[in-house]
């Protein structure tokens, strides 16, 4: 019995070896379909959204397609309500989400991320000229608005002072819109974000100084999807060390904020 036993663990053992060693085949089956498809919200400027001429454009549109030219596959853009963004990838609608995702704590146990490409922080945004909201202590008893699904609704929670009401959106435009109105105070949104709306609609908004939180982006995939991850990993890595992402970083926000050393 125990000679038994003992060669059916040494098959046991030699299986999940060879299982290991045969890899997911993720990244096979996305070079196979010639393809990879990327879940998105196409309102998130200046990561991904669309122009005048309905284009999608943005850093991370323009970081994924070098991507997918380097490792010689076709990117299908598959924009998403962002609420709903993880269940969709985990259901298999897409094969990734890249979109300025923050990378969190609760995020990682339903997903897997890449290393950071891309630090981040939320912001408040309020009217221009507003003479009563001049920092964070400020918006105590302040009607907030917030993107669902966003890391803004948890930033709310680490305001100094809390608001009155949060109210959540469909996407930012939606927000600032209804901040615009004077039906909010103020917007809390992505540095990067809030400062795209404001060059793109000046006199209109602007940022209280200090960020609320910083948050590192990365791109999520299913965690079963080792191989896939991997191989983008190493193309953003190989991005980074040939300057092609700083390249794209000053294209997008007029300077190289994909350096790690300036994160801190």
């Known amino acids: 019995m125990k000679k038994i036993l003992g060669l059916f663990s040494f098959a046991l053992v030699l299986v999940c ?3 290991a060693f045969a890899g997911d085949g993720s ?4 070079k196979s379909q010639g393809s990879l498809t990327i879940g998105l919200d196409d309102a998130f400027p200046p990561m991904g959204y669309r122009n005048d001429k309905g284009q999608l454009v943005g850093f991370d549109i323009d970081a994924a397609e070098e991507v997918g030219k380097r490792l010689g596959i076709k990117i299908n853009w598959q924009p998403t309500a962002w609420d709903g963004v993880i269940h969709a990838l985990n259901s298999k609608k897409f094969d990734c989400i890249w979109n300025g995702m923050t990378i969190t704590d609760e995020r990682r146990k339903e997903v897997a991320f890449t ?7 939320q912001v408040a945004v309020v009217r221009f000229g507003e003479k009563n909201l001049k920092k964070l202590a400020d918006l105590k008893g302040a009607k907030v608005g917030v993107q669902k699904g966003s890391s803004a609704v948890e930033a709310v929670k680490k305001l100094p002072a809390a608001p009155a009401e949060v109210r959540e959106y469909e996407d930012n435009p939606k927000a600032l819109l209804d901040l615009e109105s004077k039906r909010l105070d103020t917007v809390i949104i992505d540095d990067a974000t809030g400062r795209d ?6 006199g209109k908004f602007q940022i209280i100084p200090g960020n609320i939180t910083k948050e590192p982006f990365g791109v999520a995939f299913r965690k079963e999807d080792v191989e896939l991850r991997q191989a983008v990993q190493k193309t953003l890595d190989q991005m980074v060390k040939d300057g092609t992402m700083a390249k794209l970083s000053k294209k997008w926000f007029g ?3 994909t350096n790690p050393k300036k994160w801190k």
Not at 27 to 30: C, I, L, N, P, S
Not at 197 to 202: H, N, Q, T, V
């Open 27 to 30: 990244f096979q089956r996305v």
């Open 255 to 257: 300077e190289d904020i």
């Open 197 to 202: 709306f404001i060059a793109k609609r000046p």
């Open 17 to 19: 070896a060879v299982s």
């Open 115 to 121: 290393k950071p490409y891309k630090m981040d922080g």
